[in-house]
C-alpha cells in the first residue's frame, strides 16, 4: 500500500523561540514543515511552492500578517491559521473577515494548534466545491462566479471575502429569506463560535458599498431576529 503524502505546513512567524519548537512538533505529528520569518519570504515561499496550510503570524517585522492574507487569497482558497498575541474580538474578526480559516490566540499549546489545522485540512477536504461559471444577477447587482468581480450599474464593487460569500448567498436565494444561523453556517462556518454581531457588521458594510439604505432598503431587507432576504427581480424593476 501506498504511503499518504504529508501535509506541507508553511509557517510565518518571526519569533524564533515560537517557530523552532513549533516545527519540531507538527514534524513529530507528520507535517513537512517550512519556515519563514518574514513577510516577504512567506510569500515567496508560497509562490514556489504552495503548501497545504499556512500558520501566519500577524505580527511580521516588515509587515502585518493581514496583508500577507491578502496576498494569499488572491491566489486561490489554502487553509490559513492566524497566529496572534492579541486576542480582542475584532481582531479575530477581522482576519476572519479576510478569510482566515481560523485565528489561535499565543500563548497556545502544540496540542491544540494541531487538532484547529486537523479540523481546518478537513473541513477543507470536505467542503463542497462552490457554484463554478456564470453569473448571478438581481436588478442592477451582478456577480461573476469565476473572476469574483462584482458590479452595481455596472460599476465594480470592492468586496472582501466574506463580503463576497454573504452577497452569494443572499443573490443565490433572491426573493427568499435566508436565516442567520443558515448564513453563518455557509460564510463562516457551521460550528462558528463567534459572536453574532460579526454577521451584522458584514450586512452593513456590504449595505453601505452597494450604496442600500438601511432604513429603507432597496436590496438587503432585515427580518428582524430571523434573517435577511434580498429583493427579488420583480421588486427591483417597480
Request: net charge negative; hydrophobic share 40%; aromatic share 4%.
Amino acid at each position: 500500500m501506498a504511503m499518504m503524502s504529508r501535509k506541507r505546513v508553511l509557517v510565518i512567524e518571526d519569533e524564533r523561540p515560537i517557530a523552532e519548537p513549533l516545527a519540531e512538533a507538527l514534524q513529530r505529528e507528520g507535517f513537512e514543515v517550512e519556515l519563514a520569518g518574514t513577510a516577504a519570504e512567506g510569500l515567496d515561499a508560497f509562490s514556489a511552492r504552495e503548501p497545504d496550510i499556512v500558520l501566519l503570524d500577524v505580527m511580521l517585522p516588515d509587515g502585518d500578517g493581514r496583508e500577507v492574507l491578502r496576498q494569499i487569497r488572491r491566489a486561490g482558497r489554502t487553509p490559513v491559521v492566524m497566529l496572534s498575541a492579541r486576542g480582542e474580538e475584532m481582531d479575530r474578526v477581522l482576519g476572519l473577515e479576510l478569510g482566515a480559516d481560523d485565528y489561535v490566540t499565543k500563548p497556545f499549546s502544540a496540542a491544540e494548534l494541531v487538532a484547529r489545522m486537523r479540523a481546518v485540512l478537513r473541513r477543507s477536504a470536505e467542503a463542497p466545491p462552490r457554484e463554478a461559471g456564470g453569473v448571478l444577477e438581481c436588478g442592477e447587482v451582478a456577480m461573476n462566479l469565476d473572476t469574483r468581480a462584482v458590479t452595481r450599474e455596472e460599476e465594480p464593487v470592492e468586496l472582501t471575502v466574506k463580503e463576497f460569500e454573504l452577497l452569494r448567498v443572499l443573490l443565490q436565494n433572491s426573493g427568499r429569506l435566508v436565516r442567520r444561523d443558515d448564513l453563518v453556517a455557509d460564510v463562516w462556518d457551521e460550528n462558528w463560535f463567534g459572536s453574532t454581531k460579526t454577521l451584522d457588521v458584514h450586512v452593513s458594510s456590504l449595505r453601505k458599498k452597494l450604496g442600500d439604505d438601511p432604513a429603507s432598503p432597496r436590496y438587503i431587507h432585515t427580518v428582524r431576529g430571523v434573517g435577511f432576504r434580498f429583493s427579488s427581480a420583480d421588486e427591483l424593476q417597480r
